[in-house]
């Protein structure tokens, strides 16, 4: 069944490819699947000698993404020249092609010098503080996430933890906020260097109205840090210190965040998509920050 898939994938790339360029489907050429990120499959192709990649969707990711938003996101950030270089995107079915980057390289998070590039790139995108017209409730999507699953969670203690998780919608309401767009999923692999060490951000799917210390969290939970490593992000964005208000809601952010993504996963190892350790430190960020901040 793998199989087909791939094959059935292969086909598409070459139909879609040849239908934006304007060729005959012989004219695609050396299609190469990637890395699977954890949405979406990825394909490289050759067309007159450049290379490109396609993004299909994957798996439960109709559910999941609103392609039309996402568009109107791409449209926003295009003047900004911070992402990479869309050639073609479909608002409806989520297939995209994009230029491809020679010798790039994704952010590796356990090097410091890599993290405070990336926190530097993060902190210029959001200070342009764009608009767009939609936005996204970390504590919404946890209750979404989870009815696409319809079974109770693998974790015993679940009820438990996100009766303490939701707790902190409260809270976070009593601390100041830095709305503006935010990546949302802005983890390491989103992050890619480029040759001259020019750092872009790619993958801007979830990105939504939201405060924006939210994507420092995001960052943290895929990343897996433990808490020296948060506290070593903390300082590579906030070059002048972070303030305790300000670090106290990051971590009640980061709860948030192992919650929501916990369910994701959830969700997605229902159809047949494991994430292992990933998926189990995501409980555990929600465990054990909402008892600690």
Request: charged share 20%.
């Amino acid at each position: 069944m793998k199989e087909e898939g791939a094959m059935q994938d292969i086909y598409n790339v070459s139909k879609i490819s040849s239908k934006v360029f304007g060729c005959n489907p012989s004219e695609i050429m050396h299609i190469c699947p990637i890395k699977k990120g954890m949405t979406n499959h990825s394909y490289t192709f050759v067309y007159a000698n450049k290379k490109y990649i396609l993004r299909i969707p994957g798996e439960g990711t109709h559910k999941l993404i609103n392609r039309q938003k996402e568009c109107d996101v791409y449209q926003k950030i295009a003047p900004l020249n911070l992402s990479d270089h869309v050639v073609y995107i479909d608002p409806v079915s989520g297939y995209k092609i994009t230029e491809f980057w020679d010798n790039a390289r994704v952010c590796n998070p356990t090097n410091p010098a890599d993290v405070t590039a990336c926190m530097i790139k993060l902190q210029k995108f959001h200070a342009t503080q764009l608009v767009v017209d939609h936005s996204f409730c970390p504590f919404e999507k946890i209750e979404f996430y989870e009815s696409l699953r319809n079974t109770d969670s693998r974790y015993a203690d679940y009820a438990q933890t996100k009766a303490r998780v939701l707790s902190l919608n409260q809270k976070l309401a009593q601390y100041p906020k830095q709305f503006g767009l935010t990546h949302i999923d802005a983890v390491p692999d989103n992050f890619i260097f480029l040759e001259n060490n020019d750092v872009r951000i790619i993958d801007w799917e979830y990105s939504a109205m939201q405060d924006q210390h939210l994507d420092i969290a995001m960052f943290a939970v895929y990343s897996m840090y433990n808490r020296k490593q948060i506290e070593q992000l903390l300082l590579a964005y906030f070059t002048q210190g972070c303030p305790a208000s300000v670090r106290t809601k990051i971590y009640s952010y980061i709860a948030v965040c192992g919650l929501l993504w916990s369910n994701w996963c959830e969700y997605k190892e229902q159809l047949g998509i494991c994430f292992g350790e990933y998926a189990t430190a995501q409980y555990n960020f929600a465990k054990k920050y909402s008892h600690s901040t």
